[in-house]
């Protein structure tokens, strides 16, 4: 059975207990399964912190990327990502939908938490509601005082410039031996391979909790509040959706005629396998194969098309990072938190520094959010039981996302091919001739 078959049981098992407890099944220890429903969210996100580190590391040295090249495709992720954010920022500012939780987060979540044996009061503002204009300050504000305290802080823009200044200071170690002929780079390379690998299996262990894990939430959830917290949920999903809906269905396929001459009839009936694939299989990495063949349908050259699939999948992923910025934001309405534009932009940047750094896992999107929600400044007592709160409708999310992560990779290779000289395109094949 896969994954979300699973969740969707979990979710209708834990309503059915959650309703039986409500009528009077007084016996049924839902406040207890919630708890040990939330040790799952919570083993999630203590991993997040090291997988984004070890993700980093190992695609610093394992990917092979011209400077010129590389350059031009950050300038065209960037460009979709600010696209995506701006359009997410414009729908949580006019419309406010995090003000339909308003007035029931303690309902839904509990003001008070147990965390670590002591009672724990949700504070009614973020820490720091008053960030300072100095970029040079805001910037040290990230620089770590030790190798540890990003990981104790659960500080991903943090993690992430430490993890960009090892990857690249390896990658220049590698590159230097290559050229003097030295050996011995190979053991640091299947260090830091095994070390991904180990996190991806620990994760992946977590993940087939999820439906457990969810199943006792739900049902916690629903024995204390009822049916109606379904209907709060089906107005964040809704807003989730219309963010996704406009990036994927209005701006990529406007960008793939504007900038790279393919029609929108072209773009989207050439790449329906892919797109529907990524839907399916709720993996743009999985589905890469068939974006490669769509591509071809579509004519983009196969090196632009194994760029932006292959390398740029790491760091195309708008539908991840339009979610986690979102999520964040309506959060944060949600609990009366007033974000100004300039911590609003660090939400966007942790977003987008998350999203990039754990491209290719499986439900990245949630494995990710509880450290955006640390940035936004959501207290530490809210973040767990938000997510766990989230979960039931995330696998709906989750494959939209990837969809749209897909559509994202087709769109960036049309982008590139437009913008590849002749004289590239003569020596990439002069490259795969040599390397065949």
């Not at 939908?97 to 309902?107: K, N, Q």
């Not at 044996?117 to 960030?131: I, L, N, R, Y």
């Not at 406007?254 to 050439?270: E, H, N, R, V, Y």
Request: some cysteine; charged content about 15%; hydrophobic content about 50%.
């Amino acid at each position: 059975m896969p994954l979300y078959a699973k969740v969707l049981s979990g979710v209708l098992i834990g309503i059915f207990m959650g309703v039986l407890k409500q009528y009077g099944w007084k016996w049924i220890p839902t406040e207890s399964f919630g708890q040990i429903g939330l040790l799952v969210v919570r083993l999630l996100k203590t991993l997040a912190t090291p997988l984004i580190l070890f993700a980093i590391l190992d695609s610093f040295l394992k990917t092979r990327i011209t400077l010129r090249r590389g350059f031009r495709l950050i300038a065209i992720c960037l460009l979709n990502v600010t696209v995506a954010m701006t359009i997410g920022l414009t729908i949580m500012n006019t419309f406010h939908p995090g003000h339909m939780w308003r007035g029931h987060v303690e309902e839904l979540l509990g003001q008070v938490r147990i965390v670590g044996g002591q009672s724990v009061k949700v504070p009614s503002a973020p820490p720091d509601t008053k960030p300072s204009l100095d970029p040079v300050k805001n910037f040290a504000a990230y620089v770590p005082e030790n190798v540890v305290d990003p990981f104790q802080k659960n500080s991903v823009i943090s993690i992430v410039l430490m993890a960009l200044l090892i990857g690249a200071s390896l990658r220049h170690v590698k590159e230097e031996r290559e050229k003097r002929g030295e050996s011995g780079f190979q053991t640091i390379e299947n260090v830091v391979s095994i070390g991904f690998q180990t996190l991806i299996q620990m994760l992946s262990w977590g993940i087939h909790l999820i439906p457990y894990a969810v199943c006792l939430v739900v049902a916690d959830v629903v024995g204390k509040s009822g049916l109606g917290v379904f209907r709060m949920l089906s107005g964040f999903l809704a807003v989730i959706l219309v963010g996704l809906a406009i990036h994927s269905l209005l701006y990529y396929p406007f960008i793939a005629w504007f900038m790279g001459g393919k029609s929108p009839k072209i773009f989207l009936g050439k790449g329906a396998n892919a797109i529907l694939t990524g839907l399916s299989m709720n993996s743009s990495l999985a589905t890469v194969p068939i974006t490669l063949r769509c591509l071809k349908d579509m004519g983009v050259s196969d090196q632009s098309a194994r760029l932006a699939s292959c390398v740029g999948t790491n760091l195309n992923n708008d539908g991840i990072m339009l979610y986690e910025a979102m999520t964040a934001l309506f959060l944060a309405q949600a609990r009366g938190f007033d974000l100004g534009f300039s911590q609003q932009m660090v939400v966007v940047f942790a977003s987008i520094m998350a999203g990039a750094g754990i491209a290719g896992i499986p439900e990245a999107g949630l494995i990710v959010l509880p450290l955006v929600l640390s940035a936004a400044g959501l207290p530490e007592p809210m973040i767990i039981p938000a997510l766990a709160l989230i979960i039931p409708v995330d696998w709906i999310i989750a494959r939209c996302r990837s969809g749209v992560n897909v559509m994202g990779d087709m769109v960036t290779a049309v982008q590139l091919d437009r913008f590849m000289s002749e004289q590239e395109r003569i020596d990439l094949l002069a490259e795969s001739g040599e390397a065949s």
